[in-house]
């Protein structure tokens, strides 16, 4: 089978996961055995030069860069909305150009994990999943489920926005709210996962190791529920680096000078960095772009971990605002720490009144997101104005999720 844009294909069956700590391979699991979150073990990297921009075909969404791709050999597998090729427009007040993510189908960029991640769990068999979201990751996970026929369950914050709680439940996945901190909501999830098949959270020595038999254990894929996370899944941010591969498609195959993300458990920034890394790796952009995280005053771990806890909660008070990124801790901070320090990168602490600030100067100038994406236009009024990021440099700010939700 040939691949739509430049690889020749199939595995006879799902990619392999391994371990970045111990090196353990598996055929599905959500962590490893040591507790590290996994990766796609030799993920694909197209061989030649890139794509004529003028020729080449995106009309399929951020499936025409299926060459990068460790899932979706076969395309009946692919669970797609054909969202995707997101705008790259002019935001002349920043100085910057803004990729619309918000206006994919769910209304935000966390379609391009669940698109990936349901493709993956299609490839497996699998028929019930579970997810634990603050509300963009879950609506998409329960949207994207519903299309390839396949039964949700999505865990959520008990003052998740009544928007996104319509948007699981239309979707026909079953909401499960939680009281308390947004980890309590992802202890409820594994708890509820590992319950179900009768074991705890260390896995089972019965688990697969490589060897392409099926595991039963509270970690893999075989149990009664099939967990996928968008901050343990490595299928999530393989759906997220298309964000990158977009990017440079949209600049000729030129990675910007910065990219300004905001960041929780790291996606979006993770899934840049992955996907600019494959790009250098093919040969298809020369450098990569520094890579700079927008975080939540007073919830700021990777701010904290850099420049100490005056920088990460510089007045006293938690930026509520930003919902869809209060993460005390990512499951990924070690990948993200090695992101920024790659990219000779960093991360800004911003807080609720220069985030209100920033969504209505969105809005106005006709943008119209969500309170949790104006924490990247903030943060890069504050690189500028530290001398991170030079007035003249090319820099990217994806606007992540849409103010139709609020």
Not at 47 to 59: K, L, M, Q, S, V
Not at 79 to 97: C, F, H, K, N, Q
Not at 361 to 389: K, M, N, Q, S, W
Request: proline residues 7%.
């Amino acid at each position: 089978m040939e691949r739509s844009n430049g690889r020749d294909a199939a595995p006879a069956s799902p990619t392999a996961l391994e371990c970045p700590a111990c090196g353990e391979r598996f055929h599905d699991r959500w962590r490893c055995t040591c507790g590290s979150p996994l990766r796609f073990a030799d993920p694909p990297v197209p061989d030649g030069d890139p794509p004529d921009p003028t020729a080449f075909d995106a009309r399929a969404g951020q499936w025409a860069f299926d060459a990068f791709y460790p899932v979706g050999d076969d395309p009946d597998d692919r669970v797609t909305l054909g969202g995707g090729t997101t705008p790259l427009v002019d935001a002349d007040r920043w100085d910057a150009a803004f990729k619309l993510e918000y206006v994919f189908p769910t209304g935000s960029f966390k379609d391009r994990g669940a698109t990936t991640t349901l493709t993956r769990a299609r490839e497996l068999g699998v028929d019930r999943i579970v997810e634990d979201s603050s509300g963009n990751a879950g609506a998409a996970i329960a949207t994207y489920a519903a299309r390839a026929g396949i039964d949700a369950e999505v865990y959520v914050p008990a003052d998740v926005k009544a928007a996104k709680l319509r948007a699981i439940r239309r979707a026909g996945a079953t909401p499960v709210r939680i009281e308390g901190t947004r980890a309590d909501v992802t202890d409820a999830c594994v708890a509820a996962v590992t319950e179900e098949v009768g074991d705890d959270d260390r896995g089972s020595e019965a688990n697969d190791r490589g060897s392409g038999a099926d595991g039963n254990d509270a970690e893999s894929g075989t149990g009664s529920a099939w967990y996928a996370s968008h901050a343990w899944n490595p299928a999530f941010l393989e759906g997220a680096a298309a964000f990158a591969y977009e990017v440079a498609y949209q600049r000729d195959w030129a990675a910007p000078d910065a990219v300004v993300t905001p960041l929780g458990h790291g996606t979006l920034l993770l899934g840049a960095y992955w996907g600019f890394r494959r790009l250098h790796e093919a040969g298809w952009v020369d450098d990569l772009p520094r890579l700079y995280g927008a975080q939540a005053a007073g919830i700021a771990p990777i701010v904290r971990e850099l420049h100490g806890p005056e920088a990460a909660d510089p007045t006293g008070a938690v930026n509520e605002a930003a919902d869809g990124i209060r993460i005390a801790d990512p499951v990924r901070m070690d990948g993200i720490l090695t992101a920024m320090a790659d990219t000779d990168g960093d991360a800004v602490a911003v807080t609720e009144a220069a985030g209100n600030r920033e969504l209505d100067r969105l809005h106005a100038a006709g943008f119209y997101t969500e309170p949790t994406c104006a924490v990247a236009p903030a943060a890069l009024r504050d690189l500028r104005e530290c001398g991170a990021i030079d007035a003249d440099e090319d820099v990217i700010v994806p606007l992540t999720g849409s103010g139709l939700k609020n």
